[in-house]
């Protein structure tokens, strides 16, 4: 299984200014290029979602993760890692989908619903439901949680907020 990690200013300001300028020197570029790849490749739909799950706008999803200010790249990158933890950390087929629905914490499993394009009176039905076949939004529940677990598949194992030039300061 591979570690995944995810870099913020404030895991910057607690290294050692040696360590720092070594990991900006060597690792910095690669680590920003390939974040930013793969956060400006997803659609604008999986990018409201990354937003939503931060608690951003809407209006945030048109911007390329180069453009976006310090604060606003921390939380889309903090929301990413805590999204890719949650919908990545065990195989598609060994988990049975209900199981796997009630480990996710409320803010996953409100997000897991707004990918789904469902409402808040969906949210508060009992999760069981979609096991019911009169349940009306279970496929879309199910297509949206596999597309979420898709999307991490290729997820950096490193993702940053911070920009290469933030790490000689």
């Known amino acids: ?9 404030t895991h910057l300001q607690e290294m050692p200014a040696k360590l720092r300028a070594l990991i900006g020197k060597y690792f910095a570029e690669p680590r920003w290029r390939h974040t930013c790849y793969f956060y400006n490749r997803m659609s604008e739909r999986y990018r409201r979602t990354i937003c939503f799950h931060a608690g951003l706008s809407n209006s945030n999803t048109v911007y390329q993760l180069e453009e976006m200010d310090e604060t606003t790249r921390e939380r889309v990158i903090s929301a990413l890692d805590e999204l890719r933890q949650a919908f ?28 789904a394009g469902l409402s808040a009176t969906e949210f508060n039905q009992p999760i069981q439901r979609i096991e019911d076949q009169s349940c009306t ?33």
Do not use: C, Q
């Open 88 to 115: 990545n950390h065990s195989p598609r087929l060994s988990t049975p989908v209900l199981g796997f629905i009630h480990r996710l914490s409320i803010s996953e499993r409100r997000t897991l619903f707004f990918h």
């Open 1 to 9: 299984m591979t570690s995944h990690y995810a870099v913020t200013a």
């Open 137 to 169: 939004w279970s496929t879309s529940l199910l297509v949206a949680l596999d597309e979420l677990k898709t999307l991490f598949d290729d997820t950096p194992a490193i993702l940053t907020s911070v920009k290469p030039e933030n790490y000689t300061r």
